[in-house]
Structures are given as structure tokens and as C-alpha cells.
Antibody, heavy 122, light 113 residues
Framework: EVQLVESGGALVQPGGSLRLSCAASGFTFSVYWMSWVRQAPGKGLEWVADIKEDGSDNYYLDSVKGRFTVSRDNAESSLYLQMNSLRVEDGAVYYC???????????????WGQGTMVTVSS | DIVMTQFPDSLAVSLGERATINCKSSQSVLYSYNNKNYLAWYQQKPGQPPKLVIYWSSTRESGVPDRISGSGSGSDFTLTISSLQAEDVAVYYCQQYYSSPYTFGQGTKLEIK
């Protein structure tokens, strides 16, 4: 079964850091661009970051550039999001998502994890 | 950034009736070199992650019932549910993947009348 399982969400103070993880299974992780998408409570969806299948390229939402870093370990079939200098407005459910086909960036998201909750509050 | 606007924000339709959700992008999401519209639709039920239902503006994802269809090109798109079933109650989002940041519409809440 194709699956993405996120972990690492927590309550953190403004200015703090957090590292999210996503464990992939059931497909060849190393050939897919992967992304993070977030959803604040009761709000809509917001794409956060993309990373190329080999980790050599990435893209970020402007509001997280310089604060968030997306990375991956293909040997472990894992995706990560390092979040620094967290703001109240970063609080959301963070979803790990897969693109619909291998080796291509401009694609829809076909596989979603269940999400992990990040709360930023003092 | 490409702004995606959906309308209506909410919609109540009787069981068995047609539901139509519209989505407009602030610029075309049609790539002329391959004639594809970089537009997807997602369905999100309470407490669940979104589920892809339509991509390339009109391609139905595997397992999605054929009563759900997508249409449109350029900047104007429509998601249609031909005969509403109880399990279709959800929030629906359109999304462009033409260029990053990939942006979503604000969502349309579909309910039963």
C-alpha cells in the first residue's frame, strides 16, 4: 500500500524550531518530487515546499524562505522539513505529499499523508 | 503569484441533483507546448487529508466515480457532480500547478439541501 506518515508536530514557542519527518512506503520514493502542504485550523490549503527526486533542487513559499529547509533521505525513503524562527502564522497541519508521476515537478498531488499538527504559541 | 478564486463559497444541492463549482485563475494555466491545463481538483472530508479527484483539468483520478467530472481551459474551470450522493459532501479545492507557488482556491463547501 502506498503510504506517507508524518511525525514531529508539536507545540512550540514563537521563534522556536521543529523538524517534521515523513516516512514513505509502497512506492519508489527516490524517483518522485515531494512536497509539503499546510492547512491552518479551519482554513484552506497552502503549498510550502518542493524537493526534487535526488534532492538537488527545491522551491519554497516566499513566506518561509530562509526559515524552512526541505530535505530527503532516499535510502530511508524519508522526507523532512526543518522549520526555524517559527511564527504564530506557521501553525497548521503539515501534510507530506507526492506528485502524480516520477521525475516531473509541475504535477498535481496524488498521495497525502494524514498530517502532523504544528502549534506556535507562547 | 497566480490567484485562484472559487465560487460559490458554499453550495447546497438535493440528493440526485447536479452540483457545479467554478474556479477562475488570475492568469492562464494552459501550456501551449503540450496543450495541457495545469489544474487539479481535490475533495476534503472532515478530519481527512485532501483527495485528488481531477487533474489536467479533466482527467479523473483512478477510483473516482464518473459522476464527478472536470472541464474548462485557460483561466476558467468547472467541477461538476452530475447526481449528488451523500458521500460527495465535502469541501472542494481547485489548484494550479502551472508555476510555483502552486496555489489553491479558497474552497467550496458542498452540502445536501
Amino acid at each position: 500500500e502506498v503510504q506517507l506518515v508524518e511525525s514531529g508536530g508539536a507545540l512550540v514557542q514563537p521563534g522556536g524550531s521543529l523538524r517534521l519527518s515523513c516516512a514513505a512506503s509502497g512506492f519508489t520514493f527516490s524517483v518522485y518530487w515531494m512536497s509539503w502542504v499546510r492547512q491552518a485550523p479551519g482554513k484552506g490549503l497552502e503549498w510550502v515546499a518542493d524537493i526534487k527526486e535526488d534532492g538537488s533542487d527545491n522551491y519554497y513559499l516566499d513566506s518561509v524562505k530562509g526559515r524552512f529547509t526541505v530535505s530527503r533521505d532516499n535510502a530511508e525513503s524519508s522526507l523532512y522539513l526543518q522549520m526555524n524562527s517559527l511564527r504564530v502564522e506557521d501553525g497548521a497541519v503539515y501534510y507530506c505529499v507526492r506528485k502524480t508521476s516520477a521525475y516531473d515537478r509541475l504535477l498535481a498531488f496524488d498521495i497525502w499523508g494524514q498530517g502532523t499538527m504544528v502549534t506556535v504559541s507562547s | 503569484d497566480i490567484v485562484m478564486t472559487q465560487f460559490p463559497d458554499s453550495l447546497a444541492v438535493s440528493l440526485g441533483e447536479r452540483a457545479t463549482i467554478n474556479c477562475k485563475s488570475s492568469q492562464s494555466v494552459l501550456y501551449s507546448y503540450n496543450n495541457k491545463n495545469y489544474l487539479a481538483w481535490y475533495q476534503q472530508k472532515p478530519g481527512q487529508p485532501p483527495k485528488l479527484v481531477i487533474y489536467w483539468s479533466s482527467t479523473r483520478e483512478s477510483g473516482v466515480p464518473d459522476r464527478i467530472s472536470g472541464s474548462g481551459s485557460g483561466s476558467d474551470f468547472t467541477l461538476t457532480i452530475s447526481s449528488l450522493q451523500a458521500e460527495d459532501v465535502a469541501v472542494y479545492y481547485c489548484q494550479q500547478y502551472y508555476s510555483s507557488p502552486y496555489t489553491f482556491g479558497q474552497g467550496t463547501k458542498l452540502e445536501i439541501k
